[in-house]
């Protein structure tokens, strides 16, 4: 907790987007919150802001992908964040950015394996942003 406070109160360097308050921008808001910490110089996030579109963001939606039960990666279906937003180039609903929690398994793993490493953590889970039609296909 005390280098991530202390990495918070570091000034901003060439790039804002590496600085810690902008890659981990919930936990710093969250932080300054809870510990009233000072205010500090205002830092732009360019990258984060460009992401999530927050002046144009409309509402949020949970959806639920549709389970397919012949693989067992998705007997259960998948869950992902969909954001709606009034940006021009993001009109149409396929084009709504979201935000997935996945595992990422290894394309070398055989059937077994796979099910095993699956079923009991075996595999990393990483976030991943990406546009709707890539979840809203046959």
């Given at each position: ?9 570091e000034?901003?360097?060439?790039n804002?987007?590496?600085?810690p ?12 919150e ?24 409309q509402?949020?939606s949970l ?25 021009s ?7 709504s950015?979201?935000?997935n ?12 394996e796979y099910?095993v ?6 595999y ?9 039609y ?5």
């Amino acid at each position: 907790m005390d280098a991530t406070l202390a990495s918070f109160l570091e000034p901003v360097g060439e790039n804002p987007d590496d600085h810690p308050r902008c890659r981990f921008t919930a936990r710093y808001h969250w932080l300054k919150e809870q510990l009233a910490l000072p205010e500090l110089q205002p830092g732009a996030c360019p990258g984060f802001e460009y992401w999530a579109n927050l002046p144009a963001a409309q509402g949020i939606s949970l959806v639920f992908v549709s389970a397919f039960l012949d693989n067992p990666a998705s007997l259960y279906g998948h869950l992902l964040i969909k954001f709606h937003t009034t940006v021009s180039h993001f009109d149409h609903f396929l084009f709504s950015p979201t935000l997935n929690f996945g595992a990422v398994s290894d394309p070398e793993d055989g059937a077994i394996e796979y099910a095993v490493r699956g079923v009991f953590g075996g595999y990393d889970g990483v976030f991943s942003d990406e546009r709707f039609y890539n979840f809203n296909h046959i």
